[in-house]
Nanobody
Framework: VQLQASGGGLVEPGGSLRLSCVVSGLDLSSYTMGWFRQAPGEERNIVAGISYHGTTFFYSKSVKGRFTISRSNADNTVFLEMNSLKVEDTAVYYC??????????????????WGQGTQVTVSS
């Protein structure tokens, strides 16, 4: 199983980025997917999650209204559209897959498979 995250980079406050996560080695349509982030010295926390069928979502309070998670099971890809980025959004972003398809998990322990992370830096 491989989860390959990409799309991170350096952006100014107020800017936008779109992260992608290409999944191989599992049937993406059977998995809940999530995006987490981890800043230096901090725990890894959920940013957004999406159900296996793409109709149930979770967003953390800090990103709700600014970030959008979506998925294309046909392309084995999950996306995170990030708008109105703030300095405090700076972190390494990870995509993750969870086999409990009936729950959009909010904890690290809800997800079995993880990507390698992509760095997002918001700075002027």
């Amino acid at each position: 199983v491989q989860l390959q995250a990409s799309g991170g980079g350096l952006v100014e406050p107020g800017g936008s980025l779109r992260l992608s996560c290409v999944v191989s080695g599992l049937d993406l349509s059977s998995y809940t997917m999530g995006w987490f982030r981890q800043a230096p010295g901090e725990e890894r926390n959920i940013v957004a999650g999406i159900s296996y069928h793409g109709t149930t979502f979770f967003y953390s309070k800090s990103v709700k209204g600014r970030f959008t998670i979506s998925r294309s099971n046909a392309d084995n890809t999950v996306f995170l559209e990030m708008n109105s980025l703030k300095v405090e959004d700076t972190a390494v972003y990870y995509c993750a897959a969870g086999s409990d398809r009936w729950k959009v998990g909010r904890e690290v322990s809800d997800y079995e498979h993880w990507g390698q992370g992509t760095q997002v830096t918001v700075s002027s």
